[in-house]
């Protein structure tokens, strides 16, 4: 059994810099600006050698009508739910203001054990204006600096006297789980499909762009499968990306990327694969990781017996070379084939682990390399003898020959589709390289 923390309180308190300071690095995204967290986001954190989950949440606004400022209510309390304890955060130089009252009541019809945080305490005389914090009645109040670290080794003491032995014991159960990154331009289902995926309001969705700015990430199980679903900010042109934070929310997605095993590219059915897809889709081929392309609201589509068939064949000549990608026409809303989309995904995944015994991989490709051999360079013949694959994290096979330096980049391709005829690497980029026999 794991124990959870989640930190709360109004915008701009400080809570996602004290939830990285306990986490250890920079993950969630910080700013001047209030209303910067928007959906949950996790991390894990030790002290005195105990492991815990860390949740922060977006700024708790009651009674509001915005969109974003009601949805971030539901947010919030999804995580009072999952949490075992709480961590309830408040800012020195503004004193208690109306939103911590309602935030404060909120938390007394809550049963979980609360650590009041004052937040921005720096020096003695903020120490003095924090006592007035002990009127909203909570018994244990901190007075920290997140942002110097002043006051937080009490905070996690706090937190670690809750956790008892059996809750202490924490395993990582995700770290060997496979890795799925759901990357696309904005607005185009990211956050439905993981909702969609998952049963369970997990991300904020609402219709307007850039709605998700952190990458999330999901633990996945049901029906047998496992994995873990990273969900992204959309990736935007460069000439779009004006503000501080959604350069952020870029940089988290293409980390996303390098972390994943598999990406789901997820383009909008009813826009058809634009120039951003297509940048997309070349960095996840250059970080060399596996991909399934989703063509997501397809019910908007008008359609005929063959709109599928051109609507694939037009993909796949606008990714050309790279073709072997398996592609799935879903609606996130209606869902549509997302059990398909699950099994190509994980099919993906397997590709990204296959290794092809070095006899049979002999057997198949010196047929077909004395079927078609290598062109001659100025008047010698190249004689590959001898194939294996490379002990790598992405697919990669090693030729040995006479003249490695001259075999050019067409007979490497024709030796990659050789490969991807008789072994199964589809939606997998492969590495060819030519080695001294």
């Not at 709360?8 to 990285?20: D, E, I």
């Not at 991390?43 to 969109?67: H, Q």
């Not at 991989?361 to 290598?374: C, F, G, Q, S, V």
């Not at 790598?392 to 096979?397: A, D």
Request: charged fraction near 25%.
């Amino acid at each position: 059994m794991s124990f959870t923390v989640a930190i709360v309180g109004r915008p701009n308190v400080g809570k996602s810099t004290l939830f990285n300071r306990m986490v250890g690095y920079r993950k969630a995204i910080t700013d001047d600006e209030s209303g910067v967290t928007r959906d949950r986001q996790y991390g894990i954190s030790e002290w005195n050698g105990k492991v815990f989950n860390v949740v922060d949440t977006g700024g708790f606004v009651p009674n509001s009508a915005d969109i974003f400022e009601s949805e971030i209510r539901e947010q919030v309390r999804l995580a009072l739910n999952e949490a075992s304890l709480i961590v309830f955060v408040t800012d020195v130089t503004t004193g208690i203001t109306d939103l911590d009252d309602a935030m404060a009541k909120e938390l007394r019809r809550s049963k979980k054990p609360i650590l009041l945080a004052v937040n921005k305490v720096d020096n003695s005389q903020r120490l003095y204006q924090g006592q007035e914090f002990y009127g909203l009645g909570f018994e244990n109040v901190t007075f920290i600096s997140s942002i110097s670290g002043g006051g937080t080794g009490e905070l996690m003491d706090a937190i670690t006297d809750c956790i008892s032995e059996e809750e202490a014991e924490f395993e990582d159960k995700n770290a060997e789980l496979p890795k799925i990154a759901i990357v696309g331009q904005p607005n185009v289902g990211k956050s439905t499909l993981l909702n969609t995926l998952t049963g369970q309001h997990r991300n904020i969705v609402t219709d307007i762009a850039g709605t998700t700015r952190d990458s999330i990430h999901t633990y996945y199980n049901l029906y047998g499968k496992e994995f873990l679903l990273i969900d992204t900010a959309g990736i935007r042109k460069k000439n779009k990306v004006n503000e501080n934070l959604e350069f952020y929310s870029v940089i988290r997605a293409i980390k996303a990327i390098d972390e994943a095993d598999v990406c789901l590219l997820v383009i909008d059915g009813t826009l058809g694969i634009e120039a951003q897809d297509m940048s997309i889709f070349r960095q996840i081929q250059l970080k060399k990781k596996g991909v399934v392309i989703l063509v997501n609201k397809w019910d908007l589509v008008e359609k005929d017996t063959n709109t599928m068939k051109q609507y694939e064949k037009a993909i796949r000549e606008k990714i050309a070379p790279f073709r072997d990608v398996p592609i799935v026409f879903i609606s996130a809303v209606e869902k549509q084939r997302i059990h398909k989309a699950i099994d190509e995904i994980l099919k993906v995944y397997d590709n990204t682990q296959r290794k092809i015994s070095t006899s049979k991989l002999n057997d198949a490709m010196l047929e077909e390399i004395e079927k078609y051999p290598p062109p001659t360079y100025r008047g010698e013949y190249i004689r590959i003898k001898f194939i294996t694959q490379l002990p790598t994290k992405v697919p990669s096979f090693a030729f040995f020959c006479n003249h490695p330096d001259y075999v050019k980049q067409a007979y490497k391709s024709y030796l990659e589709n050789r490969l991807r005829e008789h072994f199964d690497f589809s939606g997998v980029p492969i590495n060819i390289f030519m080695r001294k026999k």
